[in-house]
């Protein structure tokens, strides 16, 4: 059984940051804002820690992860995003190379992408692609770490108009033929008909628990505790302090 050991929620007074892209269809990145998490602690429990009671953690055994397994590295991230946002995309090309090499690659953060389709439509049909790539990537014996998966998540914010500018799922077939040793035909197929639906359907049930409204949206957790919500395009600073690193 999970302990509870949840310090916060978000909306209180250490969520960090402004809202991201918004719902609606339109689009408009909202600000970025500034900030940082409570004072943290900068030692880690050096054994694993039970995922505490927080609405944006059910169902993450079945999520993609960087890093250590959640509960195995002294810090998580939990992201929303939606592959459409223009303030995801600068959160990926600002923040999350230095992110991904000072905290992840080092085992000191596990991170783990949610979907959260609720900025422009063709962020739904991405979405979809995303988790049936993910799903065909795991048949084929990858890991959670599944490289086509990320691949084709960083894809879709570094080449941003090649996807938006047409036919999505089309582009994706093109990239994931090109780039990835997956059935790209059998993937997008697969995406088209919604096969994995549920997956996407329990990440906005997260999102929508833990109340998420904008994207990208943070959950950030040390040892076992719940530390802040961090909303935005927020910079690496921001992210190391309030985990204490």
Not at 135 to 158: H, I, N, S, V
């Amino acid at each position: 059984m999970r302990r509870r050991r949840l310090l916060g929620v978000l909306g209180a007074a250490g969520a960090t940051g402004l809202a991201g892209c918004t719902g609606g269809g339109s689009g408009a990145p909202g600000g970025d804002g500034s900030g940082n998490g409570d004072g943290a602690s900068t030692t880690g429990t050096g054994t694993p820690w039970g995922l505490p009671d927080h609405a944006s953690l059910p169902g993450l055994d079945a999520e993609p992860v960087v890093g250590p397994p959640p509960g195995e590295a002294p810090g998580l991230v939990v992201a929303f995003e939606d592959p459409s946002c223009t303030v995801c995309q600068r959160f990926e090309k600002n923040t999350w190379p230095r992110l991904e090499s000072e905290l992840v690659a080092s085992g000191q953060v596990s991170f783990v992408y949610r979907v959260m389709p609720i900025t422009y439509q063709w962020g739904k049909p991405a979405t979809q692609a995303l988790e049936s790539t993910y799903a065909f990537a795991r048949e084929a014996g990858q890991d959670r770490d599944a490289p086509a998966f990320w691949g084709l998540k960083a894809a879709y914010y570094t080449e941003r108009e090649r996807f938006a500018s047409g036919d999505v799922l089309a582009e994706t077939e093109a990239y994931l033929a090109s780039e990835t040793d997956l059935d790209a035909a059998a993937v997008v197929a697969a995406a088209r008909e919604k096969r994995h639906d549920a997956a996407v359907q329990a990440d906005l049930a997260a999102g929508n628990e833990a109340g998420v409204s904008a994207t990208p949206t943070f959950f950030l957790f040390r040892d076992g505790e719940f530390r802040t919500a961090i909303r935005g395009a927020q910079s690496y600073d921001v992210f190391a302090t309030a985990l204490g690193f």
